[in-house]
């Protein structure tokens, strides 16, 4: 398994990519690949396992790996992201069906 750090790059730079996607796409839904990816990285997250018990890895590790990725998109990127994922729980609070909180 990779380094908590490695994992928090690589997740970072798929967030970076999909934001990059967004902002050369002109139409279509506003930041949808970018709420697609963090939505996956989300779900990559949730998923990971320790290699050596192949236990689910515990919260304690996953908020580390949530800060690093933070400090790796850095401040500009953070704010536009965060924004799109505060639009996306304010969507998902007016709605009965929580699914679609990122």
């Known amino acids: 398994m990779s380094s908590k750090e490695d994992l928090a790059k690589e997740y970072a730079a798929r967030i970076k990519k999909a934001y990059a996607k ?28 320790y290699s050596s018990s192949k236990r689910q ?15 790796e998109l850095g401040k500009k990127d953070v704010v536009i992201i965060g924004e799109i994922i505060t639009e ?11 699914s679609e909180l990122v």
């Open 22 to 49: 967004d902002e050369a796409t002109l139409g279509g839904p506003r930041h949808a690949n970018t709420k697609r990816e963090i939505k996956s990285v989300q779900s990559d997250i949730d998923g990971l396992t």
């Open 57 to 71: 890895i515990d919260d304690e590790d996953k908020i580390y790996i949530y800060k690093k990725i933070i400090d």
């Open 88 to 98: 996306q729980v304010q969507k998902a609070s007016s709605i009965d069906d929580t």
